[in-house]
């Protein structure tokens, strides 16, 4: 409240001693640290509801015999998390989602004592192929956020994921590694996040014949992004749409209404439909 107070008084001297894109960022940067916070608060609380795996919706029989979860055209959506959270990261962009009319969606949790994005790629990838089973689909989508967006793109371009995955979208994830958190390098999957670690240097590599669509969502205040544009996918053999984010954080990216609009047209669209130009702004 005092902040709120003094912040007209004191924004005349500002506009007067700073240039006007500076004060534009400066205020920018505090809407989007004070909406962290506040979505930081609204998930500690929610993080209990998302500990446990999800129950799975009830499958309806069809003509052949065969049973698959009730939904709108389409492959199931697949929300994977990122580190150090579990799936109640998702639950606006769930609703959000089906809202919409996408009714197979799921949210996958991974261990947190994970310390191998390899291994959790593998994992992902049979968690994949039991959803196909389950479903009656050949393929899934998958939204991931941070750390899980780079255990799915790992899946995806590096263990043969690409025929399962139609569309992978990422949401702040350090595709080209992140200099971010140094003290935290301790943990071994934080220093695969890294530059230069094997597994960035995997996702470096030629990926001929992947058919996948990559969407990344990257944000200018993200914080936990060095460089910023290391949310970015740059690889000449993947088709990617880089889309850039404007005035909101890391934690937002999951939450952002205008996020959830832009993951919805590209799970949406045709192939053709995505291939549009870099940098697109959405919020």
């Excluded at 609204?42 to 979860?69: F, I, W």
């Excluded at 001929?208 to 690889?235: K, N, Q, Y």
């Excluded at 088709?239 to 952002?256: C, F, S, W, Y």
Aim: net charge positive; with cysteine.
């Amino acid at each position: 409240m005092k902040v709120t107070g003094v912040l007209p008084l004191v924004l005349p001297i500002y506009r007067r001693l700073w240039p006007g894109r500076l004060v534009d960022l400066s205020m920018a940067l505090l809407k989007a640290t004070a909406l962290e916070a506040a979505i930081l608060a609204g998930h500690v609380l929610l993080y209990p509801t998302g500990l446990t795996p999800e129950r799975r919706g009830p499958a309806r029989s069809t003509q052949d015999g065969t049973t698959r979860l009730p939904g709108r055209p389409g492959p199931p959506v697949v929300l994977l998390h990122g580190f150090i959270d579990n799936r109640s990261v998702f639950v606006l962009l769930r609703r959000n989602l089906a809202r919409s009319g996408r009714q197979r969606i799921e949210s996958l949790n991974y261990s947190p004592l994970t310390c191998d994005i390899r291994i959790a790629a593998e994992l992902l990838g049979r968690h994949v192929e039991e959803i196909c089973e389950r479903t009656g689909s050949s393929q899934v989508d998958i939204v991931g956020h941070s750390l899980g967006g780079l255990i799915a793109r790992y899946y995806t371009q590096c263990l043969g994921g690409h025929a399962r995955v139609r569309t992978l979208v990422t949401l702040g994830t350090p595709h080209s590694g992140t200099r971010a958190m140094p003290l935290a390098s301790a943990h071994p999957i934080v220093r695969q996040m890294r530059p230069g670690s094997e597994v960035i240097e995997a996702l470096t590599r030629p990926a001929p014949g992947c058919r996948t669509r990559f969407i990344a969502f990257w944000s200018d205040l993200d914080s936990v992004m060095v460089p910023l544009e290391s949310a970015c996918i740059d690889h000449p053999d993947l088709d990617v749409r880089n889309v850039r984010v404007t005035g909101i954080g890391h934690l937002a990216l999951p939450v952002h209404p205008a996020v959830a609009v832009g993951i919805r047209e590209a799970l949406e669209a045709a192939p053709a439909e995505t291939r549009l130009t870099d940098g697109a702004t959405v919020a």
